[in-house]
C-alpha cells in the first residue's frame, strides 16, 4: 500500500512557523511586520527546509541573506517612495 | 491518489535499483541484483538460512553509502586484517591474491538517476588494511561528482545519522529501548538522528540567522562610529560581543576538548568491560579446566581400580561366557536329578507289580490296583527315561570348577566404574567443547592490566566531569554577556542615524531568529507525539493481544507498553520488544521527512505465528521499498505471500556454495 504521507512533516513544520510569528505579532516591530508581509518568512523556511541536510553552513546562510536582503530592500524602497 | 513517479520530482523517494557486490564478506566474484520494485509491489524479500551471507548484503550497502560497517557490537571491520579475520574483502578472493572489492549501488532520487561505486584495492601482495586504497566515485545521470562532494551529497539523501531507521538490524533494535534509557552520548546521537528524521534540525536555521545579524550589526556599528556620539555605545557593544566571541570560542575549545575526552571515556569504558567479560570468560575457562581435570583424575582413578582387579581376576573378561556355561551345567545337574527321581519310581512301581503291594504305604493291592499300575510303568517307561549316573557326577565336577571362577561383586565393580569412565569422558567432551567455544570468543580480545583501566577511567570521568562544569560556568556568563549585548545594540539599530537598511536587516533577522526558535520547541514535541500516535496506531495493528492499549512515547522516544486502562506495563517479552521497535519504525518512517528505502535484517523468529502475520502484512506499509532479510524458520520459501494479499515485487535466495562461498540466486516471484 502506498501513503501519500510525504511532505505532511513540512506543511506541519511550516504551519508551525506561521502560527509562532502570529502569535508574537505583537512583539514585532512595524517595519520587521512589512517584511514578513512580503512572505519572506515563508522563503526563509523554504530555504531551511529544502537544505536541512546541507552541512555547507555557508552555502545555507548565503541562500537566507540573499531571501531577507531582498525583502527588506523592497521594504526600504516602498518607505523611500 | 498518485503513483510515486508522478509526483513532483522533489517528493519522489530514494529507491535502490540494483546492487552489485565484488569480493565482499562471502560473495566471491561478481554478484548483482536487481532491487526495482513498484507502487503495487514494494517489497522484496531474500531468503537465506543463517550464516549464508544475509547481513553481509546489508554490510555491502552500508560500505557503498559511507564507507565504513561495523559489526553487532560496533566495532568497525576492516576491508583486510590478516590477524583476526574478521574483513570485509572474500578470504577467497585473498587466497586467489584477488585485492579488488567494490559495491556498486544504483539509485534514484528525487527523480534522478545516482550511481555510487566504492571500491578498495591494493597493489600487488597485500600485507595489512593500510596497503588498501579506497576510491569512492558518485554519478547523477551522467555527471560524475568532484570526490569532496560525494560524502555531502549522500548525507543529504540518507544520512548515514538517520540511518539507522531505514537499514536496520534487528538484533541492534533489541538493545533501542536500554540505549534511550542510558543518558549518554549515544542515546543523545539517537535522539538527534530521530529529529533529523522528522524535519526538527530545519527550523534550526534560527543560529545561521543570528549569525547574518551580527555580520550586519558589525557593519551598521562601523557606520555609527563615526559620529562621535555614539563612539562609546558602540565601543561597549563590540567589547561585549568581543566578549562573546571569546567566550564562544572558548567554549568551543573546551566542548570540542569535552568531546574528545567522551570518546576517550567511552573507549575506557568499553575497554574495562571488555576486561570484565574477559575477566568472566577466564574464569569459566578456569572452571571447565578444572572439570577436565577433575573428570581425567576419575577416568585414572577408576581406569587403574579396574586394572587392580583384573590383575587379580584376569579371567574376568570372560566372567559372562562362564557364567553361561554354569548355567548350563546346573540345568544339566537339575535335569541328571529329575531321572534318578524318575528311575526310583520306575524301580518303585516293578517292585509293587511283583510284591502286589505298595511299597510306599505297605497296602495290599488287587488287581485293579496292579493294572493301573502297569499301565503308569508303560507310559513311564514310554518317556525313554535313561540312567546315566556317571554324567551328573561329570556335571557336578564340572559344576565345583566354573563356580571358582564365579565373582558377581567383580563384575558389578567393575561395570560400575566403566560407567563412571564413560560419564567423566562426556564430561571432558563438554567441558573442551565449552573451552573452545571461549577461546573463540576471547581469541582477539584486548588484555591488559585491570586496574590500570580502571584508573584510567576514573581519571577521564572525572575530567569530563571538570569540563562539564566549566562549560557550564561559560555558559552562565556568556548568556549574561549575550543579554547586556544585545540590549545595546537593539539601542544602536533604533538609534535614526543607524542606515534603515542594514537596521532593518538586523531587525528581520533577530526577529525571524527568535520565531524560528520557538517554533522549533513546538514542533519538536507536535511531531514527538505525532511519532508515538503513529507508532502506537501500528502497535495496535501488529499485537495479537486485546490487554495492550497501544504505546505511550516519552520525551527520549523511549516507549512503554499500555494496558487497557492506559497504564504502562513494567517490563516486555524480546518478542514483544520487536513489534515496539518495528512500531516505532513505522511511525518514524510515516512522520519522516523523506521516504526511503528500508531493509531489515531482522529476526522474526522470535514472534508467535499471528505476530508473524500481522507483520509480514504490515511490511509494505513500511516504505516505498521494503527489502527483508528472513531464514527459513522466519518465512519459509515456499510459502505464498499473496494468500496474504502481499504483493512481492522480487524474491532472491543467498544459497552457500562452499563453506566460505555464497550466491544470490533469484527465485520466482
Not at chain 1, 531551511?48 to 555547507?56: G, K
Request: glycine share 6%; hydrophobic share 40%.
Amino acid at each position: 500500500m502506498v501513503t501519500d504521507d510525504s511532505g505532511k512533516a513540512r506543511s506541519q513544520a511550516e504551519a508551525t512557523l506561521r502560527q509562532t510569528a502570529d502569535e508574537h505579532a505583537a512583539k514585532i516591530d512595524p517595519a520587521v511586520k512589512k517584511v514578513l508581509d512580503l512572505k519572506a518568512l515563508e522563503e526563509v523556511f523554504a530555504v531551511a527546509w529544502a537544505r536541512q541536510f546541507d552541512r555547507d553552513r555557508a552555502a545555507v546562510q548565503r541562500d537566507l541573506r540573499d531571501v531577507v536582503q531582498k525583502a527588506v530592500a523592497e521594504v526600504v524602497e516602498a518607505d523611500a517612495d | 491518489m498518485l503513483s510515486r513517479r508522478q509526483w513532483p520530482k522533489w517528493l519522489r523517494p530514494m529507491l535502490i535499483s540494483s546492487l552489485e557486490i565484488r569480493n565482499l564478506r562471502c560473495f566471491y566474484g561478481s554478484h548483482r541484483i536487481d532491487l526495482t520494485t513498484t507502487d503495487t509491489a514494494s517489497l522484496i524479500v531474500i531468503h537465506g538460512e543463517n550464516m549464508r551471507g544475509k547481513t553481509s548484503i546489508m554490510q555491502a550497502i552500508r560500505w557503498g553509502l559511507y564507507g565504513e560497517v561495523a559489526d553487532r557490537h560496533g566495532t568497525d571491520i576492516p576491508v583486510f586484517d590478516p590477524k583476526s579475520r574478521e574483513q570485509l574483502l572474500s578470504h577467497d578472493a585473498v587466497s586467489d591474491g584477488d585485492f579488488c572489492m567494490f559495491v556498486e549501488i544504483n539509485f534514484t532520487h528525487e527523480g534522478e538517476d545516482y550511481q555510487v561505486r566504492r571500491e578498495a584495492r591494493a597493489d600487488g601482495q597485500a600485507e595489512s588494511n593500510e596497503d588498501f586504497s579506497i576510491v569512492p566515485t558518485l554519478k547523477r545521470g551522467q555527471h560524475v561528482l568532484s570526490e569532496a562532494t560525494i560524502g555531502p551529497t549522500i548525507e543529504a539523501i540518507l544520512s548515514r545519522e538517520v540511518s539507522r531507521f531505514f537499514l536496520f538490524d534487528g538484533e541492534m533494535l533489541q538493545d533501542y529501548e536500554q540505549l534511550l534509557k542510558n543518558p549518554d552520548e549515544e542515546a543523545l546521537t539517537v535522539k538527534t538522528s530521530i529529529e533529523k528524521i522528522l524535519g526538527v534540525p530545519a527550523l534550526g536555521v534560527f543560529e545561521d540567522l543570528d549569525e547574518l545579524a551580527a555580520v550586519d550589526e558589525k557593519r551598521l556599528n562601523t557606520t555609527l562610529k563615526k559620529r562621535a556620539k555614539y563612539g562609546d555605545l558602540v565601543d561597549a557593544a563590540n567589547q561585549l560581543q568581543n566578549e562573546i566571541k571569546g567566550l564562544r570560542r572558548d567554549r568551543a575549545e573546551l566542548n570540542y576538548e569535552l568531546k574528545e575526552r567522551r570518546d576517550k571515556l567511552a573507549e575506557a569504558e568499553k575497554a574495562v568491560s571488555v576486561m570484565r567479560d574477559n575477566e568472566k570468560l577466564l574464569l569459566q575457562k578456569n572452571e571447565l579446566d578444572q572439570k577436565v581435570q577433575e573428570a581425567e583424575t576419575s577416568i585414572d582413578e577408576h581406569e587403574s581400580a579396574v586394572r587392580e582387579v583384573l590383575r587379580e581376576k584376569w579371567w574376568l573378561p570372560a566372567s559372562r561366557a562362564m557364567e553361561q556355561r554354569l548355567a548350563a551345567i546346573r540345568d544339566e545337574i537339575e535335569s541328571g536329578m529329575e531321572q534318578i527321581e524318575a528311575n526310583s519310581r520306575l524301580r518303585g512301581l516293578k517292585e509293587s507289580i511283583a510284591g502286589k503291594q505298595c511299597t510306599q504305604c505297605d497296602t495290599t493291592l488287587d488287581h485293579h490296583d496292579v493294572d493301573r499300575l502297569r499301565q503308569k510303568l508303560t507310559k513311564l517307561k514310554l518317556e525313554n527315561y535313561v540312567f546315566e549316573p556317571m554324567s551328573v557326577l561329570d556335571a557336578y565336577r564340572r559344576q565345583r570348577l566354573y563356580e571358582k571362577f564365579q565373582a558377581t561383586d567383580a563384575v558389578a565393580e567393575v561395570a560400575l566404574r566403566q560407567h563412571e569412565i564413560d560419564r567423566a569422558r562426556i564430561a571432558r567432551g563438554d567441558a573442551e567443547s565449552k573451552i573452545k567455544q571461549l577461546e573463540a570468543q576471547m581469541a582477539g580480545r584486548a588484555r591488559g592490566d585491570m586496574k590500570a583501566k580502571i584508573e584510567r577511567w576514573q581519571r577521564l570521568t572525572s575530567q569530563v566531569d571538570g569540563l562539564e562544569k566549566q562549560i557550564g560556568g561559560l555558559d552562565t556568563k556568556l548568556a549574561e554577556k549575550t543579554s547586556d549585548h544585545e540590549a545595546k545594540q537593539r539601542q544602536l539599530t533604533g538609534l535614526p542615524d543607524a542606515d534603515p537598511k542594514l537596521s532593518l536587516q538586523v531587525k528581520t533577522y533577530r526577529a525571524f531568529s527568535d520565531i524560528f526558535n520557538k517554533a522549533m520547541e513546538t514542533y519538536r514535541e507536535q511531531a514527538r507525539v505525532a511519532v508515538g500516535h503513529d507508532a502506537s496506531d501500528i502497535f495496535r495493528q501488529l499485537t495479537t493481544e486485546a490487554a495492550y492499549a497501544g504505546l505511550q512515547i516519552n520525551d527520549a522516544y523511549g516507549l512503554a507498553l499500555l494496558d487497557g486502562k492506559g497504564q504502562p506495563i513494567p517490563g516486555r517479552s524480546s518478542g514483544a520488544e520487536q513489534i515496539v521497535a518495528l512500531s516505532l519504525i513505522g511511525g518514524l518512517n510515516k512522520a519522516a521527512v523523506r521516504e526511503g528505502p528500508v531493509m531489515m535484517d531482522t529476526n522474526f523468529a522470535r514472534l508467535d505465528l499471528d505476530h508473524r502475520e500481522n507483520v509480514l502484512r504490515f511490511l509494505p506499509q513500511l516504505g516505498p521499498q521494503v527489502i527483508v532479510l528472513v531464514h527459513s524458520g522466519e518465512l519459509p520459501k515456499d510459502q505464498e505471500l499473496s494468500d496474504l494479499g502481499i504483493n512481492v515485487a522480487r524474491r532472491y535466495e543467498v544459497i552457500r556454495v562452499s563453506e566460505t562461498k555464497s550466491e544470490i540466486r533469484e527465485l520466482a516471484s
